[in-house]
Structures are given as C-alpha cells and as structure tokens.
C-alpha cells in the first residue's frame, strides 16, 4: 500500500501574528514494507507531516495518496483510511477510556466496521503481540495498570484494528531500556509481517538498527533522505541542523580524529566492534 | 481546528497602549464602560466612537480584530435590536399588529442599545487585546488588594485565574490531540444526532479529566515542594510600577470621559 504525498503545505494559526508555515513543499513517497524513521529536532514538522499522511490535518495545498488515491478528496471512503493507516501517538496511554482493557481495544476495530467476532480474535491478537496473556488482563481496568502496560494496550488498540500502514510518533519516550528494545522488537516484527512503518524517533540507536530509510527534517523541508548508512554518512551535516547520529556511527567518527582508519559507514554496534578488531589485527594500535 | 481559540484575545504588540500599566487599563475600561452608559446622545456616541478608534489605532489593531470580538455577540445585539423595536410602545407609530408596534421611539431606542452593546464591547475588547491575561490578573489582585482588609481571600482568587488561565491552552492542545488519536482509531465527533453526539464524546472526555486531575495533583505537588504558602510574604517577580505615562493616560481619559458625561 503505497503512500505518497506531493508538494504538502500546511501553516499553524494562519491569519494571526503568530502564523507559521510548519511544511513547505514536501513530497515524498514509501513504498510497501518500508520502515521508515523520521528525525529532527522539535518543530521541524516531523509531527505535522505524519498528521497529514493519516488524514487528521487537511494541507493547505498539495495531495496525500493512499494506494495512489487522494485522501483528502470528497468522496474518499474515511473508514477505509482509518482501517490502513494506524496511528499511535506520543504517551498513547493517555488516549484509554473504556472500563476494560477488552472494550477499549476492541473500539477501534469495531468502529472500524469489524463484527464483534472479527474484533475479538484481533483483540486477542493485539493483545499477544504486545505481550499479555489476552484473557488475564481483559477484564481488568486500564486505569489500574502500570504506566508501562497502558502504553502497551494503547498500542494493542491500535493493531487491533490490522493496518497496513502503521505511523508511530516518539513511542518508546519515556520507557526504560528494557521497555525500548522490547518495542523495537515488536515494531521488526510488524515490519516482517509486511507492515510499513513511519517511525518518529530521536533514538538514533534504534533507528540505525532497525530502519530501512531515514528521512531527516528542518524547518518543515526534506534535508536528507536516504538509507541510515547514507543518512548518518554525514555527520558534519547532521550536526548543522542540530542532528545527531547512532553512538556508534560518532564514535568512529571520534576515532578516525584520533587518526583511526575508519569508513564513514558504521552504523551499529556490531559493525563498530568489528571495525575495531580489524584494526587492531591490522597492528595499527 | 481547535488551535485557533484565542484565549483572552490578547493580541501581542509593543505599543504605547500595550506598555500601560495594567491596573490603569482596568479602571480606564471601566470609566468607558460607565460613560457608555451615561452619554445619551447620538454626539456622545460618535465622541466615544472615535475615541475608541483612536486608541485601537495606536494599539495598531486591525479593524478585523475588533469586528471579530464583536461577532460572538452578534445575536444577542441583533435579538435586542428587534425586541426593542417589536415591543417598545412609543408615540408615533408606524405599524401595529395585535401587541406589536413599530414606533419612532421605539426603532430609536432600538438603535441606542445596539450601539450602546457594540460600544461596550469594542470598549472591554481594547483592555483584552492589548493586556495579557497574566497581567490582567496581577492587576486584579492590586486593584482589589484592599479588600484583604476585610479577610476577602484576593490572592487565592488571583492565583486560581492565573492558574486556569494558565492552563487553558494546554487543555486545548491536550482535546486536540486525545481528540486526533481518537480518530485515527476511528471514533466521529461530529455526526448523528444529539444523543449520538453525547456519546461520542465519551473516549474524548474520560482521557481529558483523567488528566486533567492527574495534572492537578501533580501541579499541588510542585507548589508545595517549593514551599508555596499562599500569599504572606511573598514577592513577584514582575512588580507593577506607575510610571510618569500611565498616571498621563488616567488623567487624560478621565477628563475626556467626565467631559462626554457631562455633556453629551
């Protein structure tokens, strides 16, 4: 399921002294299976853009498409946007509301146009994925779980409903590292099943290890896109617009300072320590 | 869609008008507001007209601004108008059907209270547009500073406006998103019929006051932890000081106004 958008503009607060233009011209097209990480720093128009691409935000002027269909056209089946194109925002737990664990992930798979049937077994699926056993904590309340486990449900509600396409805005802030590694699992494992990611993410780390293509934003323009090989290759570049890279791919940067003969496409951290042990067979050290 | 609720309408500039203290801005509004209602005339009114014209043009507000603080009391203005004109029994009269009249005096009373409504308006929009909500508290709490005398809880009152002021816009960007995460799963807020909408509020309104409390409690917390003990002995941190100009713009205002009272 292709997503594409051409040439978005979109302005905050228009006609008052306070009005800003958070996108200018911004086209760009991802492709089925792609896991997209999108960085920047606050206000680059990181967030705004990932509204536009799930319809929650008419632009100003220029087309989102869906499947090569312009989803912001008269006509457009809404319903169908929201089944494909899932959106878990920032701190998602504070979107729970329902008494049960159970109801609140089924709401949006049965708004969505799902039988109860239907919306049951992907309940219990969702639920799964993120990692609970579906019939303990169904009946429980989400406002007596941890802050940790709402966030899991708040996510269960929105793969509960199967997108195709699923945006993620700042999902793993505020979790402990165990939380991450385990959220970034589950997002490969999505992305493996077919599922397009769009990630917003100032986890450089996690964004070296698991993205396929990295789209850096500045002041509501495209500055790089590219693989993370390509995108962090640059640091100098990255740096100008208050950017950064994954640790590893700055610590051989720091290294090849020192006078380390090191290439510019270590990313990981595997590939940093493999780098360095060659080095050191090498005898340079 | 929610981003364009101006709170306080407080439109920011840095001009002579802006600069005013704020507690001077306060009594000055309310003397307009006095004088509207004691000019009787129709000089009296073109006199305040263009009195509030020239201030708005040194503020350098836009006209459209002042129009806009007008529309959301457009009806009431309008239903005044033609109650004052259908019900008010006056000498001459044009037209009559059962208990309605048209009369001479009544479309002129008629016209009266809409400029007068109007008038009142622009008058107390000129003090929210040019003074920022917090200013316009802390001169609140100086003006009514004196009943603290007689144990009338000023500060209390002060600190609970500057705090749901304070707090408005972060619970409307907090509907805001809630409201698009909402969607995104699919929830409609503005379809089918009143009932429906109610309901539909629901995974709009639980999440809201859920954190609404939470941010309240929290909010406590860190006022007490930096030993926030109401009003004794604290200080500010921007003290409002009368300068040479704003003691001017009283006294100026006040002649001026004194002046329409008496008359026109």
Same mark, same amino acid.
């Given at each position: $399921?292709?997503?594409?958008?051409?040439?978005?503009?979109?302005?905050?607060?228009?006609?008052?002294?306070?009005?800003?233009?958070?996108?200018?011209?911004?086209?760009?097209?991802?492709?089925?299976?792609?896991?997209?990480?999108?960085?920047?720093?606050?206000?680059?128009?990181?967030?705004?853009?990932? !509204?536009?691409?799930?319809?929650?935000?008419?632009?100003?002027?220029?087309?989102?498409?869906?499947?090569? =269909?312009?989803?912001?056209?008269?006509?457009?089946?809404?319903?169908?946007?929201?089944?494909?194109?899932?959106?878990?925002?920032?701190? &998602?737990?504070? !979107?729970?509301?329902?008494?049960?664990?159970?109801?609140?992930?089924?709401?949006?798979?049965?708004?969505?146009?799902?039988? =109860?049937?239907?919306?049951?077994?992907?309940?219990?699926?969702?639920?799964?994925?993120?990692?609970?056993?579906?019939?303990? #904590?169904?009946?429980?309340?989400?406002?007596?779980?941890?802050?940790?486990?709402?966030?899991?449900?708040?996510?269960?509600?929105?793969?509960?409903?199967?997108?195709?396409? /699923?945006?993620?805005? =700042?999902?793993?802030?505020?979790?402990?590292?165990?939380?991450?590694? !385990?959220?970034?699992?589950?997002?490969?494992?999505?992305?493996?099943?077919?599922?397009?990611?769009?990630?917003?993410?100032?986890?450089?780390?996690?964004?070296?290890?698991?993205?396929?293509?990295?789209?850096?934003?500045?002041?509501?323009?495209?500055?790089?896109?590219?693989?993370?090989?390509?995108?962090?290759?640059?640091?100098?570049?990255?740096?100008?617009?208050?950017?950064?890279?994954? =640790?590893?791919?700055?610590?051989?940067?720091?290294?090849?300072?020192?006078?380390?003969?090191?290439?510019?496409? #270590?990313?990981?951290?595997?590939?940093?320590?493999?780098?360095?042990?060659?080095?050191?067979?090498?005898?340079?050290? | 869609? /929610?981003?364009?609720? %101006?709170?306080?309408?407080?439109? &920011?500039?840095? %001009?002579?008008?802006?600069?005013?203290? &704020?507690?001077?801005?306060?009594?000055?509004?309310?003397?307009?507001?006095?004088?509207?209602?004691?000019?009787?005339?129709?000089?009296?009114?073109?006199?305040?007209?263009? /009195?509030?014209?020239?201030?708005?043009?040194?503020?350098?507000?836009?006209?459209?601004?002042?129009?806009?603080?007008?529309?959301?009391?457009?009806?009431?203005?309008?239903?005044?108008?033609?109650?004052?004109?259908?019900?008010?029994?006056?000498?001459?009269?044009?037209?009559?059907?059962?208990?309605?009249?048209?009369?001479?005096?009544? #479309?002129?009373?008629?016209?009266?209270?809409?400029?007068?409504?109007?008038?009142?308006?622009?008058?107390?929009?000129?003090? %929210?547009?040019?003074?920022?909500?917090? !200013?316009? %508290?802390?001169?609140?709490?100086?003006?009514?500073?004196?009943?603290?005398?007689?144990?009338?809880?000023?500060?209390?009152?002060?600190?609970?406006?500057?705090?749901?002021?304070?707090?408005?816009?972060?619970?409307?960007?907090?509907?805001?998103?809630?409201?698009?995460?909402?969607?995104?799963?699919?929830?409609?807020?503005?379809?089918?019929?009143?009932?429906?909408?109610?309901?539909?509020?629901?995974?709009? /309104?639980?999440?809201?006051?859920?954190?609404?409390?939470?941010?309240?409690?929290?909010?406590?917390?860190? $006022?007490?932890?930096?030993?926030?003990?109401?009003?004794?002995?604290?200080?500010?941190?921007?003290?409002?000081?009368?300068?040479?100009?704003?003691?001017?713009?009283?006294?100026? $205002?006040?002649?001026?106004? #004194?002046?329409?009272?008496?008359?026109?």
């Amino acid at each position: $399921m292709p997503l594409s958008v051409n040439s978005l503009n979109y302005f905050y607060m228009t006609g008052t002294p306070f009005e800003v233009q958070a996108l200018k011209d911004v086209s760009l097209t991802i492709t089925d299976g792609e896991f997209v990480g999108i960085i920047g720093h606050t206000g680059c128009g990181k967030s705004t853009l990932i !509204q536009l691409m799930a319809g929650l935000l008419k632009p100003a002027s220029g087309t989102v498409e869906v499947e090569g =269909e312009d989803i912001n056209a008269s006509g457009y089946d809404r319903k169908r946007l929201r089944r494909t194109v899932g959106v878990v925002f920032q701190y &998602p737990e504070y !979107q729970l509301f329902e008494e049960t664990v159970g109801k609140d992930v089924a709401f949006g798979p049965l708004k969505a146009g799902m039988t =109860e049937a239907e919306a049951e077994k992907n309940v219990d699926t969702a639920l799964e994925l993120v990692g609970f056993e579906p019939a303990k #904590i169904k009946s429980l309340s989400p406002f007596d779980l941890s802050g940790g486990q709402k966030r899991k449900v708040a996510i269960a509600g929105v793969l509960a409903m199967d997108p195709q396409i /699923l945006i993620l805005d =700042e999902p793993i802030a505020g979790l402990d590292p165990l939380g991450r590694e !385990q959220f970034m699992q589950l997002v490969r494992k999505l992305n493996d099943c077919g599922v397009t990611i769009i990630m917003i993410s100032h986890n450089m780390d996690g964004l070296a290890d698991y993205a396929s293509r990295i789209i850096a934003m500045d002041h509501g323009e495209i500055y790089a896109d590219g693989t993370p090989k390509e995108v962090f290759a640059d640091l100098g570049r990255l740096k100008k617009v208050g950017l950064g890279a994954s =640790e590893s791919r700055e610590a051989a940067a720091m290294l090849k300072n020192c006078g380390w003969n090191l290439p510019d496409d #270590i990313i990981k951290k595997d590939e940093l320590v493999a780098a360095i042990l060659k080095h050191k067979e090498d005898g340079k050290c | 869609m /929610l981003k364009n609720i %101006t709170l306080g309408q407080y439109f &920011p500039g840095d %001009t002579v008008v802006h600069r005013l203290d &704020p507690r001077i801005k306060i009594l000055v509004a309310l003397l307009f507001l006095v004088a509207v209602f004691v000019v009787r005339t129709m000089w009296g009114f073109l006199a305040l007209a263009l /009195l509030f014209t020239l201030i708005i043009a040194l503020a350098k507000i836009g006209p459209v601004t002042i129009l806009r603080s007008i529309r959301p009391l457009l009806f009431i203005i309008i239903f005044t108008f033609v109650l004052n004109i259908l019900f008010y029994s006056g000498q001459t009269i044009y037209w009559q059907w059962g208990f309605l009249t048209i009369s001479k005096e009544g #479309i002129e009373k008629a016209v009266f209270i809409a400029i007068r409504l109007v008038l009142l308006i622009v008058a107390t929009s000129l003090l %929210t547009l040019t003074t920022s909500p917090m !200013q316009l %508290t802390d001169g609140m709490e100086s003006l009514l500073s004196p009943l603290k005398k007689i144990k009338f809880p000023v500060h209390e009152m002060a600190m609970m406006m500057s705090i749901a002021m304070r707090f408005i816009p972060t619970l409307v960007e907090e509907t805001d998103r809630i409201m698009k995460a909402q969607t995104a799963r699919g929830a409609e807020f503005d379809s089918g019929n009143l009932l429906k909408k109610a309901k539909n509020m629901i995974p709009l /309104l639980v999440p809201l006051f859920v954190g609404a409390f939470k941010r309240a409690d929290e909010l406590a917390l860190a $006022m007490e932890s930096r030993c926030y003990h109401g009003d004794e002995g604290r200080t500010r941190m921007k003290v409002l000081h009368l300068k040479r100009m704003d003691v001017w713009a009283l006294i100026l $205002m006040l002649a001026v106004s #004194i002046l329409f009272m008496v008359f026109l």
